[in-house]
């Protein structure tokens, strides 16, 4: 029976975590699984010590997915420094003229990286025998602004049909000044679907472009 988990930006959400976890090492089964991964991403930085289970738990996905991601992390924290303040918020209106220059979302971490460059690797890899693999992939869409609507945005984002292509469990992450991303499992068949030409021929080309800025690749595994 599915797990549901939420609000895991706050004390709370990361409390029922700590609760679930209790006498177990992994989210669902006794192997870390996709469950885990969506998880972890859903919870912005590692629980405290009160927190023993949950703060062990993200310690042992962050080590697999080190492994599968080997270059030096230099220890990004993603959307922490957008958290809202009320003397941020004063000042906004002032600031509106700046609102189409301003990057929210930071630059591209180390792992969005290297989940860039396992895929390269694996396209130039044409000495081996193809096989008909699968991929799951976890992907972070960005809206415009805080006015996008985000429900007409997972729509059109699970709109893109085609074949090998599976849209999975889906997450709304609070970003920072009333912003929101998507956060979005998808299972592809590695034969029939690359995810860069999902991304820039069908998330982010006309008409989904009216509510998706950008699509980020945060994990990339072979299944």
């Given at each position: ?10 004390e ?17 089964g ?5 469950d ?62 700046d ?16 989940a ?30 805080d ?77």
């Open positions: 029976m599915a797990v549901t988990f939420s609000d895991l930006h706050t709370e959400g990361v409390k029922s975590v700590e609760e679930h976890l209790a006498g177990k090492t992994y989210i669902s006794d192997q870390l699984s996709v885990d991964v969506k998880v972890y991403a859903a919870v912005p930085v590692k629980p405290s010590d009160a927190f023993p289970n949950a703060s062990k738990w993200y310690e042992c996905v962050a080590s697999h997915l080190a492994k599968s991601f080997p270059g030096k992390a230099l220890g990004v924290n993603i959307g922490a420094s957008a958290a809202p303040a009320p003397a941020v918020e004063a000042e906004a209106p002032a600031a509106a003229d609102d189409d220059d301003m990057d929210l979302f930071g630059d591209e971490t180390e792992e969005e990286k290297k860039a460059e396992e895929r390269e690797a694996a396209k130039k890899d044409t000495k081996k025998p193809k096989e008909s693999g699968k991929s799951s992939v976890l992907m972070e869409v960005k809206p415009w602004d006015e996008t609507d985000m429900k007409k945005l997972e729509e059109a984002v699970r709109s893109v049909e085609m074949p090998g292509l599976l849209w999975g469990a889906s997450k709304l992450v609070p970003v920072g000044y009333g912003i929101k991303k998507l956060t979005i499992m998808l299972t592809i068949v590695d034969d029939l679907v690359s995810p860069d030409n999902l991304i820039e021929d069908f998330l982010t080309s006309e008409p989904n472009n009216e509510y998706i800025q950008s699509v980020d690749i945060v994990a990339f595994n072979k299944i």
